[in-house]
């Protein structure tokens, strides 16, 4: 187990930031941290912006979809109508 370490150290460098060889952490811009949350919360914003638009994106295209299906159904039915009266005048 030993050795694992001593490689690692060799590696990567000896820094308490990381994570079991994954690297630092997200970097925090000022000590207090209020950047890098100011940063964060503004990401969410922008997130959160892309989800409303793919939402509405979402609900567009199953209203769409519906009707899609709506009309080939009334477009079937109409052809079934039309097969049984041949069907029915030519005494089938």
């Known amino acids: ?3 694992k370490f001593k490689k690692r150290v060799k590696v990567l460098g000896h ?3 990381y994570a079991r060889g994954l690297g630092k952490g ?3 811009v000022a000590k207090d941290g209020k950047k890098a949350k100011e940063e964060l ?3 969410i914003e922008q997130l959160r912006g892309h989800n409303t638009v793919m939402q509405a994106k979402l609900e567009f ?3 769409e979809n519906q009707r899609k ?3 080939a159904r009334e477009k079937e ?3 079934e109508k039309k097969l049984e ?3 029915n005048t030519l005494g089938l």
């Open 1 to 3: 187990m030993r050795k």
């Open 26 to 28: 997200h970097p925090v």
């Open 85 to 87: 009266l041949i069907m």
């Open 69 to 71: 299906e709506k009309a």
């Open 41 to 43: 919360e503004a990401k």
């Open 77 to 79: 039915e109409a052809l």
């Open 15 to 17: 820094c308490s930031g």
């Open 61 to 63: 295209l199953i209203a």
